[in-house]
Nanobody
Framework: QVQLVESGGGLVQAGGSLGLSCAASGSIRSMNTMGWYRQAPGKQRELVASAASGCSTNYADSVKGRFTISRDNAKNTVYLQMSNLKPEDTAVYYC??????????WGQGTQVTVSS
């Protein structure tokens, strides 16, 4: 089992910046990919960014050039730095990790609200 605890998020004006972090505990050696999904009201959950254990990263087209994912394996933490935020970035952001056996664990979610 892996436990994920998110922090960060909040309210920011359009064009502003915000950072999220997600600390993992438990069976951390089982973790492969770590990353972030988001879900806006009335929409499906979508992948925002991911970082594999080998540190390769992947981004949704909508956030490329604005969001940066990073991973500190020594601290078992993944970060998401968001800049030039837009109202359409408003969503609940969920940290996740996919373990080597294929299972997925989720954080509790943190609200990001971007005002226009």
């Amino acid at each position: 089992q892996v436990q994920l605890v998110e922090s960060g998020g909040g309210l920011v004006q359009a064009g502003g910046s915000l950072g999220l972090s997600c600390a993992a505990s438990g069976s951390i050696r089982s973790m492969n990919t770590m990353g972030w999904y988001r879900q806006a009201p009335g929409k499906q959950r979508e992948l925002v960014a991911s970082a594999a254990s080998g540190c390769s990263t992947n981004y949704a087209d909508s956030v490329k050039g604005r969001f940066t994912i990073s991973r500190d394996n020594a601290k078992n933490t993944v970060y998401l730095q968001m800049s030039n935020l837009k109202p359409e970035d408003t969503a609940v952001y969920y940290c996740y990790t996919r373990i080597w056996s294929g299972g997925t664990y989720w954080g509790q979610g943190t609200q990001v609200t971007v005002s226009s």
